[in-house]
């Protein structure tokens, strides 16, 4: 296994022409950012145009499509089962399905199918909210099988566990914070990908109270220079954990300045250019200098901004950063100084709970309504689309070779014409 789960490029050979085809392995796509390096893609659709198939769901889910090559990966709830259906992206027909376990029940906008599954293109990992964590190869073959609230206590947050696990270095990374429905410790497992076996386990200690502890971020990657470090966010702090040992290495508090009870985080951390990117629940929304060590709350803030959102993880570049909130009202940042660049601005009205995605030159922000909105990225504010699919809709989309995955309660949805290989 490579030991970073980057590229997700496919390279296709034919009558001597390359083309790249991206894949999106995991929850945020292939660099865990929500950013595709993808061309050409959709702008503009409905139910009934520019839609190359759709697939009949059991259930509404807040897990992400997952795309590698000529499959796609879904976490799904049918009724009280767990299952992992794998599809023939050409077509959306069912290739197979495998049970990940029974128990599956609803709380608020949570059932228990929320985690994303992940990939490296050999295996597939999937995670329920109910703690079980599964490994299958591409042949529908069952590797291994973790209970995780079995070997470690039941989960404690207050709406149901919805975490997704981090892929790299041969290792899953699993976050467990909570502490509204437990007194249990929160803590952070590394997992052997290849056995399943535990290779360590942390407790993550904090100062929150009440639901505070709760988080339902996944884990991010920062890696500079030589180092790798594993990026946590919940229970009012940021923390960066070595991921050979699990040793804390530096941790970074504000995130919940007025110590409220119920500030439980579900926004991930977001990373690029050496820069963690922590939202809280709305506010403060915190861009923090990575490499420290210790306590660096006093020293590697660069900005804070305190109109971020509570759901929706932003999306950044490098230069500009993308906040759309749960209101559907958008900003854009300098992702370096936090200076605003345009907002506020309004998009379609509706509750936002999808995470938006930057691709193209354009971000395609979802309501819960599966109205999508495209606007233009970059400094001037531009509004090129509105799509709707009439269907209720908590997944962020997933973006792969040309086309657009959306997936709602009814239906999953292949939006665009796949790009031509050869």
């Known amino acids: ?117 992940i990939t490296d293109g050999e295996q597939v990992w999937v995670m329920t909210g109910t703690g079980i964590l599964k490994a299958f190869d591409f042949n529908a073959r069952e590797l291994w099988s973790r209970d995780i609230q079995k070997d470690y206590g039941a989960f404690g947050l207050n709406w149901g566990y919805a975490s997704s696990p981090l892929l790299y270095d041969g290792a899953l990374f699993v976050q467990v914070l909570h502490g509204m429905k437990t007194d249990d410790p929160s803590y952070v497992l590394r997992i052997d990908a290849k056995t399943g076996k535990t290779v360590w386990r942390i407790e993550r200690p904090t100062p929150a109270i009440r639901e505070s502890p709760d988080s339902y971020a996944t884990p991010a990657l920062l890696q500079y220079d030589d180092a790798a470090e594993i990026v946590v966010v919940g229970g009012d702090v940021v923390t960066a954990h070595d991921p050979d040992s699990g040793k804390e290495l530096w941790r970074s508090g504000g995130l919940n300045p007025e110590n409220n009870p119920f500030n439980r985080i579900v926004a991930s951390p977001v990373v690029v250019d050496n820069i963690v990117y922590a939202p809280s629940r709305e506010k403060p929304l915190l861009a923090i200098k990575g490499g420290g060590r210790g306590d660096i709350t006093d020293t590697h803030r660069l900005w804070s901004f305190d109109r971020g959102p509570d759901v929706p993880t932003p999306v950044t570049d490098g230069k500009y950063f993308y906040v759309v909130n749960d209101r559907g009202i958008a900003h854009c940042l300098d992702a370096k100084t936090g200076k605003v660049v345009w907002g506020p601005e309004r998009l379609q009205p509706g509750t936002y709970s999808s995470s938006p995605v930057l691709a193209d030159g354009k971000i395609y922000a979802t309501n819960e309504d599966g109205l999508v909105s495209v606007f233009k990225a970059g400094p001037t504010f531009e509004v090129l689309a509105e799509n709707a699919l009439d269907d209720y809709c908590l997944s962020s989309p997933a973006v792969s070779d040309g086309q657009i995955f959306i997936r709602t309660t009814k239906y999953l949805w292949a939006i665009g014409e796949r790009k031509k290989q050869g």
């Open 1 to 117: 296994m490579r030991r970073v789960l980057t590229s997700c490029v496919v390279v296709v050979l034919a009558a001597g022409v390359v083309l790249e085809a991206e894949n999106w392995p995991q929850w945020r796509g292939p660099q865990a950012n929500g950013v595709s390096a993808e061309k050409g893609l959709p702008v503009s659709w409905s139910t009934t145009e520019n839609i190359a198939w759709k697939l009949t769901m059991p259930e509404f889910s807040g897990s992400t499509p997952i795309v590698w090559g000529e499959r796609i990966f879904l976490n799904t709830a049918d009724g009280d089962e767990l299952q992992l259906w794998v599809l023939d992206r050409a077509k959306g027909d069912v290739l197979w399905k495998r049970t990940l376990g029974s128990g599956n029940f609803k709380i608020r906008k949570q059932n228990m199918s929320s985690p994303s599954p």
